[in-house]
Nanobody
């Protein structure tokens, strides 16, 4: 069974940067996607970015140009670089894993990490 462990995040000033990392273990399938979702207080889960084994990526429109997802298939790690942080980026960020290609809907991702908090402050 795949397990995901996120790291990074914390409190960051507006306009600053942070990097989130997610390490996967227990995966037995060769083709997979890893993604990042976030949930702000009082809101539902929102797709942020995802990357599949081929290197193809997908981003939510509002984060394009500020968020960059990268993956290392051999190390089974996916990172999310977040630049120019805005107050609206404050949320719990979750890493997710699925077999096969990219999919933006949370219900299509069966494996989730425990989440890591990103708080943007002035």
């Amino acid at each position: 069974q795949v397990q995901l462990v996120e790291s990074g995040g914390g409190s960051v000033q507006v306009g600053g940067s942070t990097r989130l990392s997610c390490a996967a273990s227990g995966r037995t399938y060769a083709k997979f996607s890893m993604g990042w979702f976030r949930q702000a207080p009082g809101k539902g889960q929102e797709f942020v970015a995802a990357i599949q084994t081929s290197g193809e990526t997908q981003y939510e429109d509002s984060v394009k140009g500020r968020f960059t997802i990268t993956g290392d298939n051999a190390k089974r790690v996916v990172d999310l670089q977040i630049n120019n942080l805005q107050f609206a980026d404050t949320a719990v960020y979750y890493c997710a894993d699925r077999v096969g290609v990219l999919a933006p809907l949370p219900e299509n991702w069966p494996v989730w990490g425990q989440g890591t908090q990103v708080t943007v402050s002035s």
